[in-house]
């Protein structure tokens, strides 16, 4: 999980499997964490990019966000696309819809509009 605001603001945080101990280490981690205003989901993505390189596992990204990129760069979008990595973006707020389904369906992942987190993360990992 990787927090973001106008620039990487913290993570990236992991756990390995379902490890009670790290799940509530990586929530604790999270809340103790206050992203500012701005949004960055390109440099976000990019970086989720960075650290999926090289795994031979099959790989998604789940983005989340609920503001509005004005960094409008495509060069992530574009690498998850030739990675063959499908985005499926979430979105809260005031997100920009249009931003958040355009990378999703560019990389042919899904969009999930949401307020409710839990319903959001079931409608993504049943995406496929």
């Not at 604790?28 to 992203?35: A, I, K, S």
Request: net charge negative; hydrophobic share 40%; with cysteine.
């Amino acid at each position: 999980m990787i927090i973001f605001d106008s620039s990487i603001k913290a993570g990236p945080y992991t756990v390995d499997g379902n490890e009670p101990s790290q799940l509530r280490q990586m929530e604790t981690d999270v809340v103790n964490t206050h992203p500012g205003g701005g949004t960055d989901m390109y440099g976000c993505l990019q970086n989720a990019l960075d650290l999926a390189e090289g795994d031979a596992r099959k790989q998604l990204i789940v983005l989340m966000s609920d503001g509005v990129s004005r960094d409008d760069s495509w060069g992530a979008v574009d690498r998850a696309r030739e990675a063959g990595i499908p985005v499926v973006s979430i979105a809260f707020g005031d997100a920009d819809e249009r931003q958040l389904s355009e990378v999703s369906e560019a990389t042919g992942g899904a969009y999930v509009e949401s307020d409710d987190l839990v319903k959001a993360l079931r409608a993504a990992a049943g995406y496929k």
